[in-house]
């Protein structure tokens, strides 16, 4: 019986949990929605204010607004604004020297009277710089002091006790996301550009370029049109990529011999046709300056996959080969 009844209590808080959970992602999605049919010319402001900033944005915030302005400081930084997070606490007691002429600030607070502002607020106003609050109360001693304010429609925190900040932080961190990606829009940031502040992990191996991880010159697997199956299939062994490139005395790619294409042909005379008899016409290719993950989709996407992507130039000259191993090893898959 005892065991029956704890089990009962754990059913009925496995669902009270999901309850909470749902109404914890509802309110806030119900807050972003609110938020995003707030933006006016405000934003439009504030995004041009940070375009025209010479030196960096310095965001700031205390206590869980301060976590979320490191994060944004971070955003910033990585979508080609240079920004930091000055911690409000520390600024008055010597951080201030790190906020100079030419930046703009960026300070975070839902209730705009977060103490720990006033030194970094003055020091902003003092040497003439750009202040955007984003604050939850228009009257807020943050607001008054502001030169732009971003603000965030009125909004429970969810739970049921509606104390901890949870809405409110979700809508600055979405907001200030907002104003990243919208500066890096204005700014034609590009993925080649993206790719050159992110040189690690996972997304720098995905924004790699071909040419970065193509095999070139003598390892690779070529042979003009009248070269027979004999001497083909000698050379698709020696160059270990399973594949053999077809070209003409240009060097531009004209087919490929696979496996498959091996397979189809099987025949008492297979041994001393051409290849340009058994080759697969116009094969996938891949650019050399195209992203490395766009060579793993053209490899895995389409039927029938392929292992190997030929890498041509404009003229369709053949400059590499790139096989999925190499992406494998970069990191890509």
């Given at each position: 019986?005892?065991?029956?009844?704890t089990?009962?209590?754990?059913e009925?808080?496995?669902?009270?949990?999901?309850?909470?959970?749902?109404?914890?992602?509802?309110?806030?999605?119900?807050?972003?929605?609110?938020?995003?049919?707030?933006?006016?010319?405000?934003?439009?402001?504030?995004?041009?204010?940070?375009?025209?900033?010479?030196?960096?944005?310095?965001?700031?915030?205390?206590?869980?607004?301060?976590?979320?302005?490191?994060?944004?400081?971070?955003?910033?930084?990585s979508?080609?604004?240079?920004?930091?997070?000055?911690?409000?606490a520390?600024?008055?007691?010597?951080?201030?020297?790190?906020?100079?002429?030419?930046?703009?600030?960026?300070?975070?607070?839902?209730?705009?009277?977060?103490?720990?502002?006033?030194d970094?607020?003055?020091?902003?106003?003092?040497?003439?710089?750009?202040?955007?609050?984003?604050?939850a109360?228009?009257?807020?001693?943050?607001?008054?002091?502001?030169?732009?304010?971003?603000?965030?429609?009125?909004?429970?925190?969810?739970?049921?006790?509606?104390?901890?900040?949870?809405?409110?932080?979700?809508?600055?961190?979405?907001?200030?996301?907002?104003?990243?990606?919208?500066?890096?829009?204005?700014?034609?940031?590009?993925?080649?550009?993206?790719?050159?502040?992110?040189?690690?992990?996972?997304?720098?191996?995905?924004?790699?370029?071909?040419?970065?991880?193509?095999?070139?010159?003598?390892?690779?697997?070529?042979?003009?049109?009248?070269?027979?199956?004999?001497?083909?299939?000698?050379?698709?062994?020696?160059?270990?990529?399973?594949?053999?490139?077809?070209?003409?005395?240009?060097?531009?790619?004209?087919?490929?011999?696979?496996?498959?294409?091996?397979?189809?042909?099987?025949?008492?005379?297979?041994?001393?046709?051409?290849?340009?008899?058994?080759?697969?016409?116009?094969?996938?290719?891949?650019?050399?300056?195209?992203?490395?993950?766009?060579?793993?989709?053209?490899m895995?996407?389409?039927?029938?996959?392929?292992?190997?992507?030929?890498?041509?130039?404009?003229?369709?000259?053949?400059?590499?080969?790139?096989?999925?191993?190499?992406?494998?090893?970069?990191?890509?898959?």
């Amino acid at each position: 019986m005892t065991t029956s009844r704890t089990l009962g209590r754990a059913e009925a808080t496995d669902g009270e949990d999901i309850a909470i959970g749902r109404d914890v992602l509802t309110t806030e999605a119900q807050a972003l929605n609110a938020l995003a049919a707030s933006l006016d010319q405000r934003f439009t402001e504030a995004v041009a204010t940070l375009e025209r900033v010479t030196g960096r944005v310095v965001v700031t915030g205390m206590g869980k607004s301060g976590h979320v302005a490191r994060k944004i400081a971070a955003t910033l930084a990585s979508t080609g604004t240079p920004a930091l997070f000055v911690h409000p606490a520390e600024a008055s007691h010597g951080d201030l020297g790190m906020v100079v002429p030419g930046d703009a600030v960026l300070a975070l607070s839902n209730s705009g009277e977060a103490a720990e502002l006033a030194d970094i607020i003055a020091h902003a106003r003092r040497i003439g710089l750009p202040l955007i609050a984003i604050t939850a109360r228009a009257t807020s001693t943050l607001a008054q002091a502001a030169t732009m304010l971003l603000l965030l429609p009125q909004a429970r925190e969810a739970g049921p006790i509606g104390l901890a900040p949870t809405t409110s932080t979700t809508m600055q961190m979405a907001l200030g996301d907002a104003l990243a990606v919208a500066l890096l829009a204005r700014r034609g940031f590009t993925s080649a550009a993206f790719g050159q502040i992110h040189p690690g992990g996972k997304l720098g191996a995905r924004l790699k370029r071909v040419h970065q991880l193509m095999h070139s010159g003598e390892a690779v697997p070529l042979a003009p049109g009248d070269l027979t199956m004999d001497k083909a299939i000698l050379r698709i062994t020696e160059k270990h990529f399973g594949c053999l490139g077809v070209i003409n005395d240009a060097n531009q790619l004209l087919g490929v011999v696979t496996d498959g294409d091996l397979r189809r042909a099987m025949g008492p005379n297979l041994l001393t046709r051409p290849v340009a008899d058994i080759m697969t016409a116009s094969p996938r290719v891949i650019g050399p300056d195209a992203l490395a993950e766009d060579a793993l989709r053209a490899m895995t996407d389409q039927n029938p996959k392929v292992t190997s992507l030929f890498v041509v130039d404009a003229n369709r000259l053949v400059v590499g080969i790139v096989h999925i191993h190499d992406l494998l090893r970069a990191g890509v898959a």
